[in-house]
């Protein structure tokens, strides 16, 4: 699953759940990214929720050096936004960056697998099984 599509469906299942435990979670997590910074304990376990693959869980935490010295020099401005959104709950727009310009997508998902971690055999979370049921019926659509 790409990075995007893991941001819309923990979106998606904050807004089936508003004040939820997923809710709470990425609020928590995310006020300790920003207040820790880049590259910390706190920063993965925030980024943690979007990723499928070594590969992405690199980019989200910053070291992914294509993507963050790209010529576009969105890298580390799409970081900031992924983290930024996490504060915002189901009751204050929800700002988990779902609608974040389509060139700010396709650079975060830019050149990397989308393969899961197949063999992982602990019971599915909350929203894993949300996420995993969205792909399953065909909701979570491929942008």
Known sequence: M????????????????PGGATDIR??????????????TADWQAYMSNFHSNQDQLNRLMGNDIP?????????PKILAYVVSGGPCGGGTGL???????????????????????VGVS???????QFIFDLENDGVVDDD
């Open 67 to 75: 993507f963050m010295t790209h010529p576009s020099g969105w890298g």
């Open 26 to 39: 990425i609020q928590t997590q995310s006020i300790a990214a920003i207040l820790g910074g880049n590259n």
């Open 95 to 117: 700002s988990i960056p779902d609608k974040m310009d389509s060139s700010f997508k396709a650079l975060l998902d830019w050149n990397l697998p989308t393969a899961d971690v």
């Open 122 to 128: 602990e019971p599915l979370t909350p929203e894993a």
């Open 2 to 17: 790409k990075i995007t599509q893991k941001i819309r469906a923990i979106r998606r299942a904050i807004e089936a759940n």
